[in-house]
Nanobody, 115 residues
């Protein structure tokens, strides 16, 4: 089992920045890729960014150039640096870990972009 704990969400004005963190614990040896998904009201959950154990990254087109995903393997933590935030980035952000057999999810953290 893998446990994921997210932090860093909140309210920010358009154009502002936030950094989300996701700390993993438990059977972390089984984790391959980690990523961030988001879900806004009335919409399906969507991939925002992902990073493999080797450091390869993948981003949704809507966040390219604004968001950066990174991981600190020593701390078993993945980060999502979000810059130039827009109102349409408002959503609950979920951390995801791809395990050998199953995927794991954090509890979610709310990000609200509003003036």
């Amino acid at each position: 089992q893998v446990q994921l704990v997210e932090s860093g969400g909140g309210l920010v004005q358009p154009g502002g920045s936030l950094r989300l963190s996701c700390a993993a614990s438990g059977s972390i040896f089984s984790i391959n890729a980690m990523g961030w998904f988001r879900q806004s009201s009335g919409k399906q959950r969507e991939l925002v960014a992902a990073i493999t154990s080797g450091g390869r990254t993948n981003y949704a087109d809507s966040v390219k150039g604004r968001f950066t995903i990174s991981r600190d393997n020593a701390k078993n933590t993945v980060y999502l640096q979000m810059n130039s935030l827009k109102p349409e980035d408002t959503a609950v952000y979920y951390c995801n870990a791809e395990g050998l057999i199953e995927d794991y999810w954090g509890q979610g953290t709310q990000v609200t972009v509003s003036s």
